[in-house]
């Protein structure tokens, strides 16, 4: 298995909602990202959890909120969110955090997110 | 501070020809390099990446690149461009040790017929 899984594809929501976006690999990574992307733009580091640990926060806004229940799944928890929040968000995933080249990231095909 | 450029935000080639997407870095030591494509509405896909050795590298879907260390370049090239190539296309780098990539503006490829 050389994917990484993100649920929902799709995701409108209100500025009063609290939704979830997940995402799943099964290829035995130690470190999981997300990025994200706004329309015509390179995608812009979120967080990073290292073997479970929260790794790194680009100063993200609290009204996301990131989390990590297993080496396989990664959460991004959101509430609140402003109309300007809607973007592509995307995860991705590598064989662990910084080293050498073969830590290469590999993306999930993202979740597109509309905020009304 | 570290950077990536590309130059070209929008190129349009003719089905059947040949593609070049620069790509330049600003680095303090050779960063790892790598070409990402992206689809409309999809996530990146790794076409190829460049660690050491060997200047020239291979890629899937046909494509290849050139590290250049004098010019701190690393080009994307493919002979001959299919409708399917249409996409965006980001140059990316990362220093050995630290897990940031650094993603160029990315370059948006349209093919005619």
């Known amino acids: 298995d050389t994917e990484v899984t993100q649920t929902p594809k799709h995701l409108v929501m209100g500025m009063t909602n609290k939704k979830s976006l997940k995402c799943e690999q099964h290829m035995g990574h130690r470190a999981m990202y997300w990025y994200k992307q706004k329309a015509k733009k390179p995608p812009e580091l979120m967080f990073v959890y290292s073997y479970e640990k929260l790794s790194i926060n680009e100063s993200v806004p609290s009204r996301f909120s990131p989390e990590c229940p297993n080496s396989s799944l990664l959460n991004l928890h959101l509430h609140a969110l402003q109309p300007e929040d809607s973007a592509l968000y995307l995860c991705?995933?590598?064989?662990?955090?910084?080293?050498?080249?073969?830590?290469?990231?590999?993306f999930g095909a993202g979740s597109r997110l509309t905020v009304l | 501070a570290q950077s990536v450029t590309q130059p070209d935000i929008h190129i349009t080639v003719s089905e059947g020809a040949s593609l070049e997407l620069r790509c330049n870095y600003s680095y303090g030591a050779t960063p790892y390099l790598f070409w990402y494509v992206q689809s409309p509405g999809q996530g990146l896909q790794l076409l190829l990446k460049?660690?050491?050795?060997?200047?020239l590298v291979q890629g899937i879907k046909g494509f290849e690149a050139e590290f250049k260390r004098s010019q701190s370049s690393f080009n994307l090239r493919k002979p001959s461009v299919h409708w399917s190539d249409a996409a965006e296309y980001f140059c990316?780098?990362?220093?050995?040790?630290?897990?940031?990539?650094?993603f160029g503006i990315g370059t948006k490829l349209q093919v005619i017929p």
């Open positions: 460049y660690l050491s050795g060997d200047t």
């Open positions: 991705a995933s590598s064989l662990s955090q910084g080293g050498t080249g073969a830590n290469v990231l590999t």
């Open positions: 990316a780098a990362r220093s050995g040790g630290y897990q940031k990539v650094t």
